[in-house]
């Protein structure tokens, strides 16, 4: 975490001399000598952050270093804070500008003081990298290891299971691995095995290589143990040699001193005749795959490739370009976690009644991580079975045991090196996780957020720093870092998780590395400078050493009212992140108001009611979020706030079937917020809102605008300003009541990115620019009663995959014509009142998965065809007529039933004492038989369309 420190320090340094020398000019050539230093040695600070577990003066140094730079970071935002305070006018101001600029120069001489002192120390440090230049040297180009724990390389083999006893649930796997190798094109192949340390990939690939079917299918099979990050040269001479040994030829005199070409065309020229089987284990990085890649020859005798690795980047790369597969590794499932964990900890015998319970909980900690369960299962298998308190032990310290029993030293290490393998860039992302409690579902906007409020962040030319940060977030999935817990409709991630395993060993590095302060445990003294605070449910007082000065980020989860406000009453003048997320909150912290470098500001799903005019001093302020909030009006101050990029101030409401949405008034003058990415809602009602419509068209930056009581006669300004708006990916347009017109005919050239689009009110007909909306993703139109068939408009669009219809149409009949909808996913058809007959025509929406049907009370069958919609997982039927229902629910052998007897869930409702009875029909594992009972699965809930 070195690096990451030192390299967001040098942005810094260079900030501070182009823009505040003028305070410092004294100190110029110290904050140039401090910067250049800290440059000569950033190009080692990778290396020394690998090797700070395993070397004590290396990680003794690069804690030295972490701390100068989190000093030197304070000293001149400190500096800042004071030379931009705001003193007033009159006699009253000059008396107070005066004094302060007496305070002011006292704090220029303490800065340019301890820049002085921390130039020194760093010229310390700078002393202290000459001394372990070799060690840098010798573990970046070391023989068999690039800056990494070669201890571990030597026991890699130990994560094959050796005891047969101990392969669950792998033979389905396995079967399906070894026909993949035996059979198909006769070109070579890859296949990928992609998931996180510890799922047993490599046990897997080994039990396949093993198999003998495989053995006699091949003539040359060779296994190649990547680990991190080898020495290509070396591995190229391990391919080598073991190919010779395989066909039993001699080493060729000289080809240990042959270089990387060489002994690419000598493994090419054995293989070029032989069905090979090559196998990379726990490969990591495209740029050595491309190397060994080019080592294989492109034959025709049905060679196979088989590549292990926890990045899905590669694994998806390597596969396209030998149009190869992809073997995705799950967790396991619970029952044969369950037996897996009883062969490890009990030898096979069941758990024992008394133990029950204490092993159901360490193992649902496990996750279905077969190397956890291993590891922790060989710990307890030590414990007397009759000592519940030695269990009991375990259970209450896992988090600790982890990092101090040898048992469990390797199930470290192994989740450790998806971490010790990350750039600098994304380490500071990935112990940012460390903020969250265990279990919590995290929002992936809220996390690129906090990641840019945090400057974890680089700028990328022709990229906004929300784009980049989504390409971190993409590549932490695709190294299988964290996971994703929910998508919504159209594909996108809604929200992640990390494996409790992980989450322990990043909350470990998080505090060791001084990052992060996880409070959660009373009577725990905290460091002295605390820079990053998360505090979760239990805590009650702060402990005395617990000052809050340094502090940059504090996250509130679960606290009481009374703690939290001893919380903000704080000296946290330096504080970038308070996320008060679902805090006891009912007012708006007039403190906060004085924490000016705040660059993200969350009450969301908090009592806040009003904003005062004081927040005009947050000139820092990125992220504003007050969702589900009741605020509904926001200070003429907030257009202060040049730098605000994310304007987040609305709620839901549900009423009977409707979900209804309230934002906050139209502000005269909005246009000056040019940094605004994202709006939303905007209420447009009232007599300002023509001019505020007009002004929207100068948010050049906006992706996503959001729009509430929206009236007819501001249809052609919106059209004006929407056509200004090239970056829009997404908006929102809700009429002032469900007879208002939305008039937007007058949009001649529509934002060519535009990929989700909510109308709710009533249109005369389908915007004529609809269709030639090529990025269209997600469509929701709602109360538009058109007099014409809107599906003749929207069959042809080809990347829509979720359309919702709420009482769109007035006439009889829908068609879905063959070839249409190609893309489509979820389909949603609500509040038809005339509809009788749906029709789908064979080839019409093939990759359909889910079907939902509310509210049209006419409609008394499915439509036909719909046993065409061969993909069909999910089918809702809301408030439909009983006759429908019956026959589904009844089952046997109905017509309407018998087209729908394989999809796998079908759910019916009602709505009834303001609330939705949902049940779902169940049916027989055959699908042909259907039992007439029917079993709740929710109720006094929405639809989930209706959300």
């Not at 990494?148 to 389905?172: A, P």
């Not at 939305?742 to 689009?757: A, V």
Request: charged share 25%; glycine share 6%.
């Amino acid at each position: 975490m070195a690096e990451a420190a030192v390299n967001f320090l040098i942005g810094k340094l260079t900030n501070f001399l182009d823009n505040e020398m003028q305070f410092f000019r004294d100190a110029e050539d110290e904050v140039r000598s401090a910067r250049g230093q800290l440059e000569g040695i950033s190009a080692s600070l990778r290396v020394a952050d690998s090797l700070e577990e395993s070397d004590e003066e290396v990680r003794d140094w690069v804690k030295q270093l972490r701390e100068i730079a989190y000093v030197t970071e304070d000293a001149l935002d400190e500096f800042k804070l004071l030379s931009a305070h705001d003193h007033g006018v009159g006699f009253a101001g000059l008396f107070c500008r005066i004094s302060c600029c007496v305070k002011n120069m006292k704090a220029r001489y303490r800065t340019i003081s301890q820049i002085q002192n921390i130039n020194s120390r760093i010229k310390s440090l700078c002393d202290g990298h000459q001394r372990l230049r070799h060690k840098f040297s010798k573990a970046e180009h070391g023989p068999g290891s690039n800056y990494s724990d070669n201890t571990w390389h030597e026991h890699r083999g130990k994560d094959c299971f050796s005891d047969k006893n101990e392969l669950v649930g792998i033979e389905e796997q396995k079967k399906q691995l070894v026909a993949w190798l035996v059979e198909g094109t006769s070109r070579p192949q890859v296949i990928s095995v992609v998931g996180m340390g510890g799922l047993g990939k490599t046990t897997l690939v080994h039990e396949v290589y093993q198999d003998p079917e495989v053995k006699k299918h091949f003539m040359v099979c060779t296994w190649i143990n990547f680990s991190g990050s080898p020495n290509i040269g070396e591995l190229l001479q391990d391919i080598h040699q073991q190919i010779r040994g395989v066909i039993r030829q001699p080493i060729p005199c000289g080809a240990d001193t042959m270089n990387i070409y060489w002994l690419k065309m000598l493994i090419k020229d054995l293989l070029q005749e032989a069905r090979y089987l090559v196998v990379l284990d726990d490969t990591w990085r495209i740029d050595e795959w491309d190397v060994v890649k080019h080592a294989l020859p492109n034959n025709m005798c049905s060679s196979r490739i088989i590549i292990t690795t926890r990045n899905y980047d590669l694994a998806s790369t390597s596969c396209r370009e030998f149009e190869g597969k992809v073997y995705k590794m799950e967790p396991l499932p619970v029952e044969q976690s369950w037996k897996l964990f009883c062969t490890k900890t009990f030898q096979g015998s069941s758990c024992p009644s008394h133990l029950e319970e204490t092993c159901e909980f360490i193992l649902k900690k496990c996750e279905g991580l077969p190397l956890a369960i291993v590891a922790i299962g060989g710990v307890l298998a030590t414990k007397d079975r009759h000592i519940i308190g030695e269990w009991e032990l375990v259970r209450h310290s896992l988090d600790t045991e982890i990092d101090c029993n040898d048992k469990l030293k390797n199930l470290k290490r192994v989740l450790s090196l998806s971490f010790n393998d990350l750039p600098y860039y994304l380490k500071s992302c990935f112990l940012h996780l460390s903020l969250f409690p265990k279990g919590h579902r995290i929002k992936c906007s809220r996390l690129i957020r906090l990641w840019i409020a945090e400057g974890f962040v680089e700028k990328k030319e022709g990229k906004t720093l929300e784009e980049v940060a989504k390409d971190y977030f993409v590549e932490m999935l695709n190294r299988s870092l964290i996971e994703v817990a929910s998508k919504r409709s159209d594909g996108r991630v809604k929200t992640c998780r990390i494996h409790d395993f992980l989450l322990d060993i990043i909350t470990s590095r998080s505090t060791d590395q001084g990052f992060a302060e996880i409070a959660k445990e009373e009577n725990r003294e905290w460091p002295d400078k605390v820079r990053r605070l998360s505090i979760q449910n239990t805590l009650q007082t702060l402990p005395r050493n617990g000052s809050l000065s340094q502090l940059r980020s504090l996250n509130i989860f679960g606290v009481d009212k009374s703690f939290m406000n001893s919380v903000l009453a704080s000296d946290m003048k330096l504080l970038t992140v308070l996320d008060m997320q679902a805090a006891p909150l009912t007012r708006f912290p007039a403190q906060v108001a004085d924490w000016c470098y705040l660059r993200y500001l969350s009450f969301r799903f908090t009592e806040v009611s009003t904003i005062p005019s004081s927040i005009g001093k947050l000139q820092n302020l990125e992220t504003l979020d007050l969702k589900h909030t009741n605020v509904t009006e926001l200070p003429v101050e907030i257009l202060k706030l040049q730098r605000l990029r994310h304007l987040l101030v609305y709620c839901y409401k549900n009423v009977s079937y409707s979900t209804f949405k309230f934002g906050f008034k139209a502000l005269r003058g909005i246009g000056a917020l040019q940094s605004l990415q994202k709006l939303c809602y905007l209420e447009a009602n009232d007599e300002n809102s023509s001019r505020v419509v007009r002004e929207l068209g100068m948010l050049t930056q906006l992706d996503r605008l959001a729009i509430l009581k929206f009236r007819k006669e501001d249809g052609r300004d919106l059209c004006l300003s929407i056509s200004k708006l090239t970056r829009l990916r997404v908006i929102s347009i809700a009429s002032i009541d469900d007879d208002e017109i939305i008039d937007l005919q007058h949009l001649s050239c529509p934002p060519s990115f535009l990929q989700r689009i909510y109308l709710r009110g009533r249109l005369r007909a389908l915007p004529h620019w609809l269709p030639s909306l090529s990025s269209l993703m997600k469509l929701h139109l709602g109360r538009s009663r058109l007099k014409d068939d809107p599906l003749v408009s929207l069959q042809n669009l080809p990347n829509l995959v979720h359309l919702q219809l709420i009482q769109v149409y007035e006439g009889s009949s829908l068609c879905f014509k063959a070839k249409t909808f190609k893309k489509l996913r979820t389909l949603g058809l609500d509040y038809f009142d005339e509809l009788k007959c749906v029709e789908v025509e064979k080839g019409a929406m093939p990759f359909l998965e889910k079907l939902i049907i509310q509210c049209c009370k006419l409609l008394k069958k499915l439509p036909s065809g719909i046993e065409h919609l061969t993909r069909l997982k999910v089918l809702e039927i809301f408030d439909m007529p009983d006759e429908l229902v019956k026959k589904l629910v009844q089952g046997g052998q109905d017509d309407d039933f018998q087209k729908v007897a394989r999809v796998p869930e079908i759910y019916y409702g009602y709505w009834r004492d303001e609330g939705w009875d949902v049940q779902l029909i169940e049916r027989s594992v055959q699908r042909d038989v259907a039992s007439t009972q029917g079993s709740s699965m929710r109720s006094n809930e929405f639809p989930p369309c209706w959300k």
